[in-house]
């Protein structure tokens, strides 16, 4: 990845980013995760990029959408055959025991701490496939109702009120 193409590379230029689009196109999605060596965190890099965004775009029109930690968490559903299925999952004990198990996914957490770490362990410990395929079989199958993201709700959220349903 070239220097600056990542998330504390957007975080910092999101403005210079997003500057050429302005008058091609009428809305966007800057997305980015929280985790990154130096972050400031989630509250605080919303806070920065969306001030970023308001130089040089109407602010109704663009979400910000900070995934914290990181994108893989949209991917855990406590024990969603879906999620079982999409990473090729075999094992007799429901994936969410196995994680749980090895620390990766606290009990009563509806979500592992760190995603993508309960991803490779499922990968090194059971051999299950993470190839980009795996998130897109498994939300291919999931609802959008059951995620419960405070990111995805605001990815949600701004699509809804650009593209509201017609009233019938």
């Known amino acids: 990845m070239a220097a600056g193409q990542n998330d504390p590379g957007l975080y ?86 196995i994680l749980t198990d090895a620390g990766h996914w606290p009990p009563g957490s509806r979500k592992p701490l760190r995603p993508k770490e309960a991803l490779q362990f499922m990968r090194r410990t059971h051999r299950t496939d993470l190839s980009p395929a795996v998130l897109q079989r498994a939300a291919s199958h999931a609802s959008v109702r059951d995620c419960v993201d405070p990111a995805f709700r605001t990815l949600c959220d701004a699509l809804r009120g650009w593209f509201p349903l017609e009233q019938r």
């Open 12 to 97: 910092a230029r999101t403005d210079e980013l997003l500057r050429p689009h302005c008058t091609t196109h009428r809305r966007a999605v800057v997305m980015l995760d929280a985790d990154w060596e130096g972050s400031p965190g989630a509250a605080r890099i919303h806070e920065d990029v969306s001030e970023r965004v308001a130089r040089v775009w109407e602010p109704v029109d663009v979400a910000v959408v900070v995934l914290d930690p990181e994108i893989e968490a949209w991917f855990w559903q406590p024990d969603s055959p879906h999620v079982a299925a999409a990473m090729n999952y075999q094992g007799k004990r429901p994936y969410r025991e």
